[in-house]
């Protein structure tokens, strides 16, 4: 299918919420026009660097076990075309490849997310609540997978401004109510300079002051969303995190004024400490003189 357009911040209206909503399952999973890109990319990560894009710990392989066999289910029924599986394997016609399932049996979310173009993130239950147990994670933004594994929720976002004030409570709530046949959704967004979908190095890509100007945004920034949905696991009760990350050059706005309007508006909105998180210091002047062409 097409690649789908999020711009979330076409409101206009900054707000600092997890801004979850109901998703539909049979939406849980997308595949789009970059699908073998993205597979292809993850597959050049697993052989330059296996360790930094998935780690599981000791205890998990039931919880993983049983999201590759919800994923496996659910791309038969929603792909049929795309995926069959035998007893002892599953085939993607899409990429031309054969995974045995036995070849996974310490490792299962390794394989699902061999199958998808989502990251895949499983957060464990525990008497403190939840930690990230085991994750595929290909494309992260700015994050690595082993300064988080293990961890609980409110440590992995001690970064995000705002975080234990306003979103903490909100956050927990959520996990403890969330049933495995509500599955949800929110939207995040960045600016990047970049295309790369591995973005796992803190000074990789990162703009500085000057690497911007409102002749050259249209052509060096790119707008990053990341589609993230939950959804709880049955039996163990694991919730999984998938992320679903879209890229599109900042110059895409130019078909969507009322987009570039609402972000033009935003970015006078959004406090220091989170510009300075999404790294929108350096180049917010120039990105706002860009969008007013538009405008």
Known sequence: MNKPVYLPFSSGKWQLKPGLKPLRLEDWIQIDEEYLPYLRRKAELRAERYNEVFAGLPGTEPAQQEVL?????????????????????ITNHLTQETWRFADFATAPLDLAGRLVQEDLCLMMPNESGYILGAASLSFPSYWRLHDKLGRAIAPIHDPVPGYAQKLQHP????????????????????????????????????????????????????????????????????????????????????????????????????????QRYKSLVPIREALQKYLASII
């Open 171 to 274: 956050v927990n709530t959520y996990f403890d109510r969330l049933q495995p046949e509500h599955p949800g959704y929110r939207i995040n967004w960045s600016i990047t300079g970049t295309s790369e979908l591995f973005l796992g190095h803190h000074h990789v890509h990162r703009l500085q002051p000057g690497d911007i100007t409102a002749e050259n945004a249209g052509d060096k920034l790119w707008i990053r969303i990341e589609w993230q949905t939950l959804r709880r696991i049955p039996i163990t009760r694991a919730i999984l995190f998938g992320i679903h990350t879209y890229r599109y050059p900042i110059a895409l706005l130019k078909q969507y004024p009322d987009a570039a309007a609402g972000l033009h508006s935003m970015l006078d909105q959004i406090p220091e400490d989170m």
């Open 69 to 89: 066999d919800l994923l496996v289910d659910h791309l038969l029924q929603h792909f049929p075309d795309q995926f069959e599986r035998s007893p002892t394997s």
